[in-house]
């Protein structure tokens, strides 16, 4: 994992992450779409999984595992492990605060939650980054957006002055199958896809997931694959800030 990028790569996932932001609240759904795609609608207090993770963009690419843990409405934490099983960076982020502790160049970031969005131009607030993390793109918000059909998908599309979004689902298997933005004032396009689900307690879990954002200059994607996840077992989060280590305020 090489030195420049264990902070990039926690800014990148959390921007990445965004797509799946903000919904209409203009139409109505109805209640046999609502219980055939339920099961992707997961609920939840504590969740952990483990993910292979690739990452590729201009001329660099990595590979590395990270260990997400979280509890509904108070944590999230993530370690970041390279070859060897040795950790590169770990984080914890709550409702209020963010905290980073970068390994490889011996540094600590830490600040608010609201500052760290701010600094980043993440439009996004902590219950639903918990949310997306987890898998839970879709609600009923989204259900109630304006619809139609493509293919073998059923597009939910949302579009105004800043951005168009639309969410696929796949009407086979009522999976959700991807999910595509694009940011009109920057240009930037990001399509997230979701495939190879698996089942825990009744709700249906995207194993594989594949982020792509492209930019007028640039093309970087990233791959996820869990190897584990777990709903509903209480999880722990250890988190230490070594003296010695550089601080930096967000």
Known sequence: MTKTYIRRYFIFILLSLCIACTTSKNYVSTKNELKKLSPYMIGYEWFEAKANITYAGGFNELAFNAN???QKDKVIWISLTGPL???GGRAMITPDSVKVVDRVNKKIYIGTFQAFCGKYNLPITFSQLQELIVGNVLNEEVLKLPAKIEGDNKVYTENNKESTKNVYINL???T???IS???KPSQRELLLSF???TENKGKLF???RKIEINTYHEKSTIQMEFSKFTFGQKVEFPFTTPEKYEITIL
């Open 172 to 174: 086979k298997n009522y």
């Open 181 to 183: 933005l694009k940011d």
């Open 206 to 208: 995207s194993n594989a």
């Open 85 to 87: 099983s040795i950790e």
């Open 176 to 178: 959700v199958e991807k």
């Open 195 to 197: 495939a190879n689900y």
């Open 68 to 70: 997400f843990r979280l």
